[in-house]
């Protein structure tokens, strides 16, 4: 019986911010850029009390909370902490999949000790040696262990046995379910499926002659059935950074605040760890409200920021004014031998 762990930490950024400057512990704090059309990169529990949510434009979250406490973004500073935590993570297993500098999947199946067990020491190793909580889901696939890591936020954990799995993903409503986006979501509700036991009643067939593929996938999800691997790290021939908004952006111009923000951290992150690497390709991903995704990529062998721009904007174009759920930048490495099947971008 596989036993997966989903790790997420607890408003990350901000609490990392809190963490080095004690003054700010118990008001409203959220990370964002200098300029007030920045957008947030996150927000803490206080903050989200007023409505404050990660994407939200500066000048909108100051409206809903004047006294909203911003510090500047330092990804640098964040890396460095989750790379801490992911060797944490390393003590227990090797199959870790991480999703982003805050969250990850381990996969604990090889270990005698409850997945509990296992999820409650690697939270209290994490708080003791960086001041961070962090919260887990423990489950038999990825998709259940990532739902329950919400059940006990924050600085708590939710398992779901195998046996569980029935009973607890019936009553939930279908977009908790993994690729489900409010377009999927609506059109499922104008069925009369809003939950995944209302979901259930739809046959296979049924299913696939309104989704296609999709609806086979669906089919198994709104069961609780999730076969997906916990994919470790492989060998790279590209880095990225994306992040996936807790609400849409319909702006392109609210898209360059955190597209300047990540190719930054890229540039670092380039610097630090892969200095003895040539970069031959820039890239940038946009995944739209409806789940559908487009690549912009160009040769080059220097990030540049007004390339990224340019390619931000011919993918921009092609979403044809959809509103963007996840954007991600990135470069391609020169490799002696070229594997054209590598998958640049996580799912997200």
Same mark, same amino acid.
């Given at each position: 019986?596989?036993?997966?762990?989903?790790?997420?930490?607890?408003?990350?950024?901000?609490?990392?911010?809190?963490?080095?400057?004690?003054?700010?512990?118990?008001?409203?704090?959220?990370?964002?850029?200098?300029?007030?059309?920045?957008?947030?990169?996150?927000?803490?529990?206080?903050?989200?009390?007023?409505?404050?949510?990660?994407?939200?434009?500066?000048?909108?979250?100051?409206?809903?909370?004047?006294?909203?406490?911003?510090?500047?973004?330092?990804?640098?500073?964040?890396?460095?902490?989750?790379?801490?935590?992911?060797?944490?993570?390393?003590?227990?297993?090797?199959?870790?999949?991480?999703?982003?500098?805050?969250?990850?999947?381990?996969?604990?199946?090889?270990?005698?000790?409850?997945?509990?067990?296992?999820?409650?020491?690697?939270?209290?190793?994490?708080?003791?040696?960086?001041?961070?909580?962090?919260?887990?889901?423990?489950?038999?696939?990825?998709?259940?262990?990532?739902?329950?890591?919400?059940?006990?936020?924050?600085? !708590?954990?939710? +398992?779901?046995? &195998? /046996? =569980?799995?029935?009973?607890?993903? #019936?009553?939930?409503? *279908?977009?908790? @379910?993994?690729?489900?986006?409010?377009?999927?979501?609506?059109?499922?509700?104008?069925?009369?499926?809003?939950?995944?036991?209302?979901?259930?009643?739809?046959?296979?067939?049924?299913?696939?002659?309104?989704?296609?593929?999709?609806?086979?996938?669906?089919?198994?999800?709104?069961?609780?059935?999730?076969?997906?691997?916990?994919?470790?790290?492989?060998?790279?021939?590209?880095?990225?950074?994306?992040?996936?908004?807790?609400?849409?952006?319909?702006?392109?111009?609210?898209?360059?605040?955190?597209?300047? !923000?990540?190719? +930054?951290?890229? &540039? /670092? =992150?380039?610097?630090?760890?892969? #200095?003895?690497?040539? *970069?031959?390709? @820039?890239?940038?991903?946009?995944?739209?409200?409806?789940?559908?995704?487009?690549?912009?990529?160009?040769?080059?062998?220097?990030?540049?920021?007004?390339?990224?721009?340019?390619?931000?904007?011919?993918?921009?174009?092609?979403?044809?004014?959809?509103?963007?759920?996840?954007?991600?930048?990135?470069?391609?490495?020169?490799?002696?031998?070229?594997?054209?099947?590598?998958?640049?971008?996580?799912?997200?």
């Amino acid at each position: 019986m596989r036993k997966i762990i989903h790790i997420d930490m607890d408003c990350f950024y901000a609490a990392i911010e809190e963490r080095d400057d004690p003054a700010l512990r118990g008001k409203p704090v959220a990370v964002a850029g200098k300029d007030r059309r920045s957008v947030l990169c996150t927000a803490n529990y206080e903050a989200r009390k007023y409505g404050c949510r990660s994407a939200m434009p500066v000048f909108k979250a100051l409206e809903l909370c004047p006294h909203l406490i911003i510090t500047p973004v330092r990804f640098d500073h964040y890396r460095a902490v989750s790379a801490r935590i992911r060797a944490i993570f390393g003590r227990f297993t090797d199959v870790i999949e991480p999703l982003s500098l805050d969250e990850a999947y381990l996969d604990v199946s090889a270990l005698r000790s409850e997945g509990s067990s296992v999820a409650r020491e690697i939270r209290a190793q994490i708080f003791e040696e960086t001041g961070l909580t962090g919260s887990a889901g423990i489950s038999a696939n990825k998709m259940i262990a990532k739902i329950a890591s919400d059940w006990n936020k924050p600085n !708590g954990q939710y +398992e779901v046995k &195998a /046996e =569980d799995i029935p009973g607890f993903v #019936a009553p939930l409503p *279908v977009s908790r @379910l993994w690729g489900v986006g409010r377009k999927t979501a609506e059109k499922l509700a104008a069925l009369g499926a809003t939950t995944c036991a209302e979901l259930q009643r739809f046959d296979r067939v049924e299913l696939s002659r309104r989704f296609g593929k999709w609806g086979l996938e669906l089919w198994e999800l709104c069961r609780g059935i999730d076969d997906r691997p916990v994919t470790p790290d492989r060998t790279r021939k590209s880095l990225s950074s994306e992040t996936t908004f807790s609400e849409n952006i319909g702006i392109l111009s609210a898209l360059l605040p955190p597209l300047h !923000g990540m190719v +930054e951290g890229l &540039a /670092e =992150d380039l610097a630090t760890h892969h #200095a003895d690497r040539s *970069v031959r390709g @820039l890239v940038v991903k946009l995944k739209f409200a409806d789940f559908e995704r487009t690549t912009a990529e160009r040769a080059g062998h220097a990030l540049d920021m007004e390339a990224y721009e340019e390619l931000l904007a011919e993918a921009w174009k092609r979403g044809g004014g959809r509103s963007v759920r996840l954007l991600g930048v990135g470069v391609r490495f020169e490799e002696p031998k070229e594997d054209a099947q590598m998958e640049f971008f996580g799912n997200g």
